[in-house]
């Protein structure tokens, strides 16, 4: 992994980034054609994905590193027996916390963050603390990320296993 310094975006960088998402968006007839159905088809399936949740928008690929959040951390969260919906609610308040699990084991969600600095990393956490129905929090830096996937990836190659 190339150990290029991040940088900093730019509002117009974000905008561009946010932006990505219509624009990487291909057209219904470029999608018959690759995947060799009828148009109908395609948009049949299109929105049977987004109704079933499978397909939540068409996003670019962005480096958290490169883009300005150099640290990444795991965090496990315990909460307050029957409190999921209210510590789910003041997390999705914290942009950094970019994913949340419910899991097994010790504790009872396992959280992704990002943060551009250690001491950003402290605010997050600190943020995540004093959620009320948080009783311990632990986490674990990500010294590195060797291996990165996309679930597009991985269907991609299941779809040419199939064919």
Do not use: C, W
């Not at 060799?36 to 088809?41: E, F, H, P, Y």
């Not at 009320?132 to 040419?160: I, K, Y």
């Amino acid at each position: 992994m190339s150990k290029q310094a991040a940088r900093q975006l730019d509002a117009t960088d974000n905008k561009i980034l946010a932006t990505l998402a219509d624009v990487l968006r291909p057209s219904v007839s470029d999608l018959a054609r690759n995947v060799s159905v009828a148009r109908g088809t395609v948009h049949a399936r299109l929105e049977r994905l987004r109704r079933d949740g499978v397909l939540h928008g068409y996003l670019p690929d962005v480096d958290p590193a490169r883009a300005g959040f150099p640290v990444s951390a795991f965090t496990t969260v315990s909460i307050l027996q029957g409190q999921l919906d209210q510590v789910l609610e003041a997390l999705r308040e914290i942009p950094e916390v970019l994913e949340a699990h419910v899991v097994t084991g010790r504790g009872d969600l396992l959280l992704t963050v990002v943060a551009r600095s250690n001491d950003d990393l402290h605010d997050v956490l600190q943020s995540v603390a004093s959620i009320d129905e948080v009783s311990e929090v632990s986490t674990q830096l990500a010294l590195a990320s060797p291996l990165r996937r996309s679930l597009t990836g991985l269907m991609r190659d299941q779809s040419e296993r199939r064919t």
